[in-house]
């Protein structure tokens, strides 16, 4: 049943950056626009070997997800995006992490130009932080209050609206 | 992300400061938000041919919801508001108090920013028409003053009626042009003006905001009473307004409906 004919691949071999390989599908892999890339060069070159492709900047907990997600949009459509059922799954899948886990999911699908996981993690933030103060907001990103006092009171002062 | 949020990120630090500040993102953020409104009321989607936004994509919590700055303690009740636009989001505002005193400025709602030109003098008449346009690469906006000083009647070229035109720039967030158009026809708020020739013919008159030219525009004849009846309507009352939405470039004009009426209630 393995080898046919043409120079068509099944599946490919995805390494994470801590050296662990992954066996994909070739519908599933080809929702990232770089694994699809890296196929179809191969298949023009006419190779038959199943071709190993390492993913420098991916670790394999995340990759694990980003490939749980490929698995689950391969089997709809293109155009089923606006599907219901996949939506309600979208939500659930991404609610269970933490802003840690969301934020290198984020990264790795811009890495693996998985548009439409890149997408959904930004909004997903988005809804999520827009309620929250400004205070919510550093601690959850660890970042530092660059202000001086004076400074962040002007900007405050500047859109009062924005505050209340 | 709603721009209220994005306003009180803008003092977690410096860095998401001047990021959120700067105007590339602005524009990335306007786009973005336009395409989900609009995506929300598909009746009021905004409309590509002449880049003017609907109104109705505007977040509801901040129509009209002037932020007040000092030089417009003047202008108190009793005075005439006109809006135009908007634009990209902007909408250019002219106060009119009795009879000589105008001022015009360029105000975001949704970040509640007023912005003021420059103030330059022009001939006030009642039939003033305003055209603004923004320009996408250089972040700038570009408002034209069209004053009508005399009455006369059907004229024969509107081309020898254009006298002065004078681009004058500040340098920073408008240009200003004076065009002193001796027209007394109408207007609507989008520097387009509707005209009837010697032959007893409308059309639309339309200032190219890019190349600063007037062009010549047929109208269709079903649409010629509702372009003048939405003339009518901007000078009776400020509450409705009239934007022209989209209209045929060519000889046919087919594209019907010429006008929009957007409330501003």
Same mark, same amino acid.
């Given at each position: 049943m393995a080898s046919s004919s043409s120079s068509s691949l099944s599946r490919v071999v995805v390494k994470s950056s801590d050296n662990n390989l992954f066996v994909v599908n070739k519908k599933v892999a080809s929702q990232s626009q770089l694994l699809k890339q890296c196929i179809d060069n191969m298949e023009e070159k006419g190779t038959n070997d199943v071709i190993l492709i390492p993913l420098s900047n991916v670790t394999s907990n995340i990759l694990t997800l980003v490939l749980e997600y490929c698995e689950k949009h391969a089997?709809?459509?293109?155009?089923?995006?606006?599907?219901q059922e996949l939506k309600q799954w979208d939500h659930e899948f991404l609610k269970k992490f933490d802003y840690a886990t969301l934020n290198s999911l984020t990264m790795a699908a811009d890495y693996m130009v998985t548009k439409s996981l890149l997408n959904l993690c930004c909004q997903f933030i988005a809804d999520s932080i827009k309620d929250l103060t400004v205070q919510q907001i550093r601690q959850i990103f660890d970042i530092?209050?660059?202000?001086t006092p004076q400074e962040e009171a002007d900007i405050k002062n500047e859109n009062a609206w924005a505050f209340r | 992300m709603p721009v209220k949020s994005l306003i009180r990120f803008t003092c977690v630090c410096k860095s998401w400061l001047s990021l959120i500040k700067s105007p590339e993102f602005a524009a990335k953020q306007y786009a973005i938000r336009t395409m989900s409104l609009s995506h929300q009321n598909r009746h009021c989607a905004p409309v590509g041919e002449i880049s003017l936004i609907s109104y109705?994509?505007?977040d509801i919590s901040t129509r009209f919801d002037c932020k007040p700055i000092?030089?417009?303690? !003047?202008?108190?009740?009793?005075n005439s508001w006109l809006f135009y636009g908007p634009c990209n989001g902007m909408f250019c505002v002219r106060m009119l108090k009795g009879k000589h005193s105008t001022l015009v400025f360029l105000w975001n709602p949704s970040t509640r920013q007023v912005f003021k030109p420059v103030q330059r003098r022009f001939r006030l008449s009642f039939h003033m028409g305003f055209g603004f346009d923004a320009n996408a690469n250089a972040n700038d906006y570009k408002i034209v003053a069209f004053n009508c000083v005399s009455n006369r009647g059907p004229y024969r070229s509107w081309k020898s009626l254009i006298t002065d035109v004078q681009p004058s720039s500040n340098g920073r967030m408008c240009n200003w042009l004076g065009v002193d158009t001796r027209l007394d026809d109408k207007f609507d708020g989008d520097g387009n003006l509707i005209l009837e020739n010697v032959s007893g013919v409308y059309f639309l008159l339309s200032f190219d905001m890019v190349d600063e030219v007037f062009i010549e525009i047929p109208v269709p004849v079903v649409a010629v009473e509702s372009v003048l009846w939405c003339s009518f309507v901007q000078q009776r009352s400020h509450l409705q307004y009239p934007a022209i939405v989209s209209y045929g470039l !060519? !000889?046919?004009?087919?594209?019907? !409906?010429?006008c929009q009426y957007l409330d501003s209630t």
């Open positions: 089997d709809f459509a293109d155009d089923d995006n606006n599907n530092k209050n660059d202000f | 109705g994509t505007l000092n030089h417009l303690t !003047d202008f108190g009740r009793g !060519d !000889d046919s004009s087919a594209k019907g !409906d010429i």
